[in-house]
């Protein structure tokens, strides 16, 4: 049974910094890819950034030099160092895998659509 659990949300001022966490459980498999997505109130959920098995990474132009995902294979979790942070980034954050049978990530994959595991949801509030 797969389970993504995110943490390390919170409310911090403008020009703060967060680090989200979200660790995976049941199944062990540094080949899939990963991704963070966020919804904000009366917005479609959006990409954020997103990480293929090689190592190669994609983030949005939005925060494109604020924020940087990474993966810690040892400890199954995937990580969004959030820096600079402005009152525009207030959403809720998910982090997704791409569970699949044979399924090596040779590159990032951007549309959530391609992701059959999502974690619930971490709270992020920038004033």
């Known amino acids: 049974h797969v389970q993504l659990v995110e943490s390390g949300g919170g409310s911090v001022q403008a020009g703060g910094s967060l680090r989200l966490s979200c660790a995976a459980f049941?199944?062990?498999?540094?080949?899939?890819?990963m991704g963070w997505f966020r919804e904000a109130p009366g917005k479609e959920r959006e990409g954020v950034a997103a990480?293929?098995?090689?190592?190669?990474?994609t983030h949005a132009a939005s925060i494109k030099g604020r924020f940087t995902i990474s993966r810690d294979n040892a400890e199954n979790t995937l990580y969004l160092q959030m820096n600079s942070l402005k009152p525009e980034d207030t959403a809720t954050y998910y982090c997704a895998a791409r569970v699949v049978v044979s399924g090596y990530c040779f590159s990032p994959r951007w549309d959530a659509d391609d992701y059959n595991y999502w974690g619930q949801g971490t709270q992020v509030t920038v004033s």
């Open positions: 049941g199944y062990r498999y540094a080949g899939y890819c």
């Open positions: 990480l293929a098995a090689t190592g190669s990474t």
